[in-house]
């Protein structure tokens, strides 16, 4: 059991990195989840509910960040002036609005608070990369990677994320309002709090993601995977939805309050 909770904090803290408290932050919540799961086996829980009963007493882990010292991405030295792709670079608060920068590898790279706003940025690569406050602003974000990158407070309003991945990153304070979002993907990533109110998702995938007060309210959900996620913790109320999305979330206990079927 001690094995299947590290993994389930590693994945808790799968969008932030390896931040220099880690170590010390996991050792300690572990010890207080053994101890929670042990409690609740000597008042006769069976193993599965005794695992489930200690996970879900863990809160919110974007809440406990805030309460230690992390660095989500590690940068590297910049690049050199004549090189296409502002890769492992130091663009905190660049104006790159407008800009073609399709398929560039900005991986690695410090860009807090930069502008993207209505950039072309289709298939670029944004792994490990600091991105907390930036603005993507009606940009082109089709088929972007988002792999363990801090993208805390990140504006992604009116933007094109059609088939864009987000794996192991940390979104909290996003926002999303009037964006596409279709055959896109997050995984293992902290979406708690987000708003997704009145959007069309389409073939979206959130596996293994944090969901705690993440809010789907009229919007319209075809084709949605929530796999290994705790949608009892989300809010539908007054969505619209296909009958096998209806049937994920109802067999998940979600509360689907006002839900219309399609």
Known sequence: MEKKLTQFLNDAFAPYGDFPARADVVQELLANLLE???DLKQQGKTDDDAYQAAVDSFGD??????????DVAKTAPATSGNESAPKASNLTQADLADADLAGKDFSMSALMEASFDRADLHGAKFKSAALSGASFVGADLRNVVFSGTDLQNVKFD????TG???HGSALKGATLGGAAIANT???KSDVSGLSFDGLVLDGVVFNSSSLKRTSFKKATL????FH???VKYAIFDGAIMDKLTYAILKGAKATLTDVIIL
């Open 36 to 38: 929670k799961y042990n």
């Open 61 to 70: 882990v974007s809440e406990i960040m805030e309460q230690v010292p992390h």
């Open 158 to 161: 009116e933007a094109d994320l």
């Open 164 to 166: 864009a991945k987000f």
């Open 185 to 187: 993907e997050f995984s």
């Open 222 to 225: 075809r084709n949605v995977s």
């Open 228 to 230: 290994h996620s705790a």
